[in-house]
């Protein structure tokens, strides 16, 4: 019986560095099959084609190269030699490309993230174990038309769920809010659940400039005005609480929306969605009053993906709405 063949596609990331000793810093240095080689047994399990896409740190993926590794990865899928990509990344933005992904493709063959918390210098060096489990999971017909998945030190993870919560350990990767999906054991993956929803905006496209404002205590309208001014098509409010500001921004929000800029706001709290559930001045209701977009429980840099996304499909901000609220709020 042939075995399933899986394409992995470099894009950088601690995964492939090592210390300089010129320097005493990590910088990219591992080829890819220097990586792969690192990967004891893996041709048991796949046969694995190498594709390159960077050798970038994980700062350096901005949302344009997101949608250039979109199409790597679409064009890459469609290979009826192909069962399955696994994608390495530097961990720095991993979820916000894994959302990306997850968000704008739509196939049943598993797309599997995975990046590295230790660079090949270090002891412990995590990186052929999370590939190996990565590999694993793109085989599994249990992860077949589960969307992106984020696998790391052997825990499988939502691309829609998933946040890294910690700079320095291997578990950094969690689903806050429900937990795993599942696990890696024994080279098997064993799912514990399934995703209750998904959503795909079909586009090719990216709007960039949208900005995140993070709330907190006594901050004003500066910032808000700032981004409208300089050209900011969207912006993501991280708000207090249930999704409350100060009520020194509310000129600001007011500004942005009367000049057409979508403003959408999440929590800056780890876990919960946000609703209109306070009625006083910058409460939540006030702000759904204005034409505030809620985003219900998604983090900030999630959330700034989605709406990237969603005005590449529509300048309409009821059609924005739809869009960002999709799943999380019935109709008002």
Known sequence: MDKPKVAVIFTGGTISMSIDPRIGAAIP??????????????????????????????????PLLMMDLRSLVMDTLQREDIDGVVITHGTDTLEETAFL?????????????AGAMRNS??????????????????????????????????????????????????????????GPLGIVDN?????????????HIYTDSIIPNVDLVKC???????LLKFCVDSGSKGIILEAMGRG??????????????????????????????VLDTYGYEGGGRSLRNLGVILGGDLPGQKARIKLMLALAVTQS??????????NQYGPK
Do not use: W
């Open 29 to 62: 240095s591992l080829s890819n099959q220097e990586i792969l080689s690192l990967v004891t047994n893996i041709d048991k399990y796949a046969s694995i084609e190498t594709i390159n896409f960077s050798t970038l740190p994980g700062p350096h993926i901005d």
């Open 101 to 113: 992904l997850d968000l704008t493709i739509d196939s049943n063959k598993s797309v599997v993230i």
């Open 121 to 178: 210098s270090e002891l412990g060096y995590d990186g052929p174990s999370n590939l190996a489990a990565a590999v694993c999971t793109a085989i599994s017909p249990q992860t077949k038309g589960k969307g992106v998945l984020v696998v790391m030190n052997n825990e499988v993870n939502a691309a829609s769920e998933v946040t890294k919560t910690n700079t320095l350990s291997l578990d950094t990767f969690k689903s806050l809010e429900f």
């Open 187 to 199: 080279d098997e993956v064993i799912l514990h659940r399934d995703i209750v929803s998904r959503q």
């Open 216 to 222: 907190v205590a006594g901050m004003d309208s500066r």
């Open 244 to 273: 409350n500001v100060p009520p020194g921004m509310i000129d600001g929000i007011t500004y942005a929306i009367n000049n057409d800029v979508a403003v959408v706001m999440v929590s800056r709290c780890p876990t919960g969605r």
């Open 317 to 326: 901000l009821n059609e924005v709405k739809q869009i960002m609220e999709h």
